[in-house]
């Protein structure tokens, strides 16, 4: 078997993804076709065309106006149902943590109750039609400023989806500073929720260090920076903060020159624990499968280093225990039957 088979057949979990920022082509297209004033190109060779970044503005240009195809809640309950439906058939999830962004499905006029409603229906359907667990982590789009972190905030502490997990901050970092959603984060974290902000991805490591100090950051999202900062990168280890690693969105987003160049080595080297993700996967013509390949040409990993990531992956999610030790063992049982056959 090769290394990209077993891959391919490895249970894992997926702790930074994006709801809408998953939606494949078919599911974009789909879309598209229900709203076609918003001007998604429907055809599949333009849809690729469509998807070409020039750098991050205008990936976020991008993904905005698929954000806007997300008019209904049967638009919500259909592309989280789908999105569910090829991160299981495609990709052997048994768990994923799906970043969403309720705010900007509220602003396009579905209201929270409604929106919710549609992610708890597909998230129901998801585990019982394909043993995919979903969790939720609420994220403000840091470009929109404090209306939509004040907006967010409600909407995660008075309007909670039973299976929301996380409290997160992404969009562009540039020109939106950290410091300015400290209360946020704080209100969150104080009613039970983990703290996983992006930083670092396209800014200094400054960046890294307010999301830790001032948001109080269990997992990172990105954090390329902190590669930068020898002090930070100890105290990401000493503190056991998790680093959220995106390979080829990296590449594709301009956060790195060459994939050569992305600082996941550094990472390892220096004790932090990374978990492998693939962030906005159809978007970046990649997979959570080809990121677990392109990590382990960059760490050199055989089948046991790249098992060994998928479980770091499930034990630094903020799934039920429960949960937890059956995927743990599914790793393993998957591990020994390949062992077995190739003996």
């Known amino acids: 078997m090769s290394l990209s088979d077993f891959i391919a057949g490895l249970p894992k979990a997926e702790l930074h993804v994006h709801h809408v920022g998953s939606a494949s082509p078919r599911i974009v297209q789909e879309l598209a076709q229900r709203h076609p004033a918003a001007g998604v190109p ?52 048994r768990y994923a943590e799906l970043t969403c962004t309720p705010y900007t499905s509220v602003l396009r006029g579905i209201p929270i109750q409604a929106y919710t409603e549609a992610i708890e229906d597909a998230r129901v359907s998801a585990e019982r039609d394909f043993g995919l ?10 470009e929109s400023g404090i209306a939509a972190a004040d907006a967010t905030l409600d909407y995660a502490l008075n309007h909670r989806p039973e299976a929301l997990v996380g409290f997160g901050l ?33 800014t200094d490591a400054g960046t890294v260090w ?18 930068d900062d ?18 080829t969105s990296n590449l594709a987003t301009g956060a790195v020159d060459t994939i050569e160049e992305h600082p996941l080595r550094t990472f390892v080297e220096a004790g932090v624990t990374v978990t492998i993700n693939s962030d906005d996967p159809p978007m970046f013509a990649t997979s959570l499968n080809h990121d677990y390949e392109v990590a382990a040409g960059l760490l050199d990993l055989d089948e046991a280093g790249v098992a060994g990531l998928a479980r770091t992956a499930v034990r630094a999610s ?22 077995g056959a190739s003996s």
């Open 170 to 202: 992404g969009g562009p970092e540039i020109g939106v500073p950290r410091p300015q959603f400290q209360s946020h984060f704080e209100a969150a974290r104080a009613s039970g929720l983990h703290s996983v902000p992006h930083a670092g991805e396209t």
């Open 318 to 339: 903020f799934a039920p225990a429960d949960v937890k030790t059956r995927i743990l063992a599914e790793i393993d049982d998957y591990c020994a039957d390949q062992a």
């Open 210 to 227: 307010d999301a830790v100090r001032l948001l109080g950051a269990e997992r990172i999202g990105h954090g390329c920076s902190a590669a």
């Open 230 to 247: 020898p002090e930070l990168l100890d105290h990401l280890a000493d503190q056991g903060i998790v680093l959220e690693v995106c390979p």
């Open 42 to 93: 429907t055809e599949a060779e333009a849809l690729r065309r469509f998807f070409e970044f020039r750098d991050f503005a205008h990936f976020i240009e991008v993904y905005l106006s698929v954000v806007d195809l997300v008019r209904t809640p049967e638009d919500v309950r259909m592309l989280t149902y789908e999105v569910a439906r090829e991160m299981a058939q495609g990709q052997a999830l």
């Open 133 to 142: 667990v979903l969790r939720w982590i609420y994220d403000i789009p840091g």
